[in-house]
């Protein structure tokens, strides 16, 4: 499967991969799905879903609209089936989820952009618009 | 190698796809009460009209076939024989296995009071059967009392009042969810269903209830005394595990539940155990992951639980979303509080010697996940230079070579 590697040396905080996820999921929400944010010695993190091997947000999902994809591997969330429970936004160890600001019902997460690729494969805007080539798309091996 | 699962819920359904992922050849048998896959958690929204029978189901549409299971639906187990590896069902038919998991489930306890055992017009909030019945009840009855305010309590008045039915809340606790907030967060609920018409008594129970010459409820009596209307009763006061067809079988129990170890093996080597049927730690989560660790060791993959951390949860009741971590009333010279207050939003968090203990957030959830690995890690957070707020992933910040995160241990 393909994850996006960190390269905390490089970010320069500029929240330019913030700006882009907001932009390529403009039709469905005003947030973004990916955050930056700035550790004790000031120092920027990028906050991107790790799409895990074992899914926090999946296993505590009890509409199952949180799922795994198993040929992609890739963690996918339908809000039709969505309860707006958010045990979700609780159970990521790494804070990353939350819900859309305006109505408070559908959860912000990450789908490594598969909606921008005919064939469904990942294409993140964030990786594609990163000036400081930080964020990039990588093949990984899941156990 | 021939498994069984017992249940069709979080534990057993996480069973099977476990099995079926690590054995593909081996023959799964699931047996259930259920007729279908459905999540009991979202029940008030089938009551409410709002999900079809169709999207309570939580796993796939073909989940049969998808994991080449046979799936005896509709029937109960009443007996077990460890000694002949069988399970015996209530129509006298037994099935044999090699490795059982048992993910029975609980079932709605009705507490002792006085004549409410024998009345007709009394239901719990668990099953779908049960949501028929209140469907029913929304139609007829004009008094309904739903007995505790916890989160299966406030599930229901918020389906009833989907039909447009005003429920009575009756709650022993000074304030409703006692468990899950404090006095200030439960009062924005409070409030908020008072609003809606939602007569709510709180710091009392329910003495006895009378009845007719049919059995059926005409009145509650509370335990200060009040006389309070009524004509139907929900029962959401605690839930009681499935082990009864366990009695005489010699397999551990414990006056909660069935026992088993981390690794979801009970006290015979070839039966596993999972979910709510421990009576331990009745939630989704817990129930989910000890069904995936059990049928991982059934399946000779050996792999222990090690998430215990059951004081969780999250609610959206009437649209105000809120969060409780820990224990979120704990008082003590050691303990400190910190509470932030917008316009929107109500947060607290409670420390003690540098590590968060309980938290509860309400009107703002984003990014809260941290907060619970902080807990259950019981990570000093002292070395965070940053109001206790505003913390987040950033100052434990670990990437495996796969690119996941990870906590480092502390």
């Known amino acids: 499967m393909y994850r996006i590697k960190i390269d905390r040396s490089r970010c320069i905080g500029c929240l330019t991969c913030v700006t882009a996820c907001v932009v390529s999921h403009e039709t469905e929400s005003t947030d973004a799905r990916n955050r930056v944010v700035i550790d004790s010695e000031t120092r920027p993190a990028p906050i991107f879903c790790r799409h895990c091997e074992r899914p926090e947000c999946v296993y505590t999902c009890m509409t199952g609209a949180m799922k795994k994809n198993p040929q992609t591997g890739y963690v996918e969330y339908d809000k039709e089936q969505c309860a707006s429970c958010y045990m979700c936004i609780m159970s990521c160890p790494y804070g990353i989820l939350k819900y859309d600001?305006?109505?408070?019902?559908e959860i912000m997460k990450c789908n490594m952009c598969v909606h921008r690729t005919e064939d469904g494969s990942a294409n993140p805007m964030c990786v594609e618009k990163c000036p400081m080539q930080a964020i990039t798309l990588e093949e990984v091996r899941e156990s | 190698m021939k498994y069984v699962v017992l249940g069709s819920s979080a534990a057993g359904v996480n069973g099977v796809r476990e099995l079926r992922r690590l054995d593909a050849d081996s023959e799964i048998v699931l047996i259930s009460k259920d007729k279908e896959i459905y999540s009991r958690c979202i029940l008030h929204q089938y009551l409410g009209g709002k999900r079809t029978m169709e999207r309570l189901c939580f796993a796939e549409k073909d989940f049969e076939t998808l994991y080449g299971i046979t799936w005896f639906k509709e029937r109960s187990c009443t007996h077990l024989k460890p000694e002949e590896k069988e399970v015996v069902l209530e129509n006298g038919e037994t099935v044999s296995y090699d490795k059982l998991l048992i993910a029975t489930g609980s079932h709605t306890f009705v507490p002792p009071v006085k004549n409410l055992k024998e009345a007709k017009n009394v239901v719990g909030f668990r099953n779908i059967e049960d949501m028929e019945v209140l469907k029913d009840a929304a139609k007829h009855a004009k008094h309904i009392i739903v007995m505790g305010a916890g989160l299966v309590g406030l599930d229901c008045a918020s389906g009833f009042l989907e039909l447009g039915v005003k429920v009575t809340l009756v709650e022993m606790a000074g304030w409703l969810l006692s468990k899950q907030l404090d006095k200030r967060a439960a009062e924005?609920?409070?409030?908020?269903?008072?609003?809606?018409?939602?007569?709510?008594?709180?710091?009392v129970g329910i003495a006895e209830v009378t009845l007719d010459e049919e059995n059926r409820i005409t009145e509650a009596v509370l335990t200060d005394g009040t006389r309070l209307p009524c004509d139907f009763v929900v029962v959401t006061a605690g839930v009681r595990s499935n082990v009864e067809f366990l009695e005489g079988t010699g397999i551990e129990l414990s006056r909660f539940g069935l026992v088993y170890d981390e690794t979801g093996k009970t006290s015979d080597d070839n039966i596993y155990g999972a979910g709510d049927v421990s009576g331990s730690s009745p939630i989704w989560p817990v129930a989910v992951k000890e069904g995936i660790v059990a049928a991982s060791n059934m399946a000779g993959v050996p792999r222990k639980m090690t998430d215990f951390f059951a004081s969780k949860s999250t609610m959206n009741f009437l649209g105000i979303p809120s969060m409780s971590l820990g224990d979120v009333n704990l008082e003590g010279e050691d303990i400190e509080?910190?509470?932030?207050?917008?316009?929107?939003?109500?947060?607290?968090?409670?420390?003690?010697?540098?590590?968060?203990?309980?938290?509860?957030?309400?009107?703002?959830?984003?990014?809260?996940?941290?907060?619970?690995?902080?807990?259950?890690?019981?990570?000093?957070?002292?070395?965070?230079?940053?109001?206790?707020?505003?913390?987040?992933?950033?100052?434990?910040?670990?990437?495996?070579?796969?690119?996941?995160?990870?906590?480092?241990?502390?």
């Not at chain 1, 600001?101 to 019902?105: A, D, E, G, M, Y």
């Not at chain 2, 703002?364 to 070395?383: E, M, N, P």
């Not at chain 2, 109001?387 to 241990?409: A, G, L, R, V, W």
């Open chain 2, 337 to 410: 509080v910190e509470v932030k207050k917008t316009k929107d939003s109500y947060k607290k968090i409670l420390h003690k010697n540098g590590k968060i203990v309980g938290a509860v957030l309400q009107g703002d959830l984003a990014y809260g996940g941290i907060l619970q690995q902080l807990i259950a890690r019981k990570i000093d957070v002292r070395r965070v230079k940053k109001p206790i707020f505003d913390i987040d992933y950033s100052d434990f910040f670990h990437m495996k070579e796969n690119f996941e995160y990870y906590f480092e241990e502390e």
């Open chain 1, 101 to 105: 600001s305006i109505r408070n019902v």
């Open chain 2, 188 to 203: 924005a609920y409070q409030d908020a269903f008072a609003g809606r018409g939602v007569k709510q008594y709180y710091g």
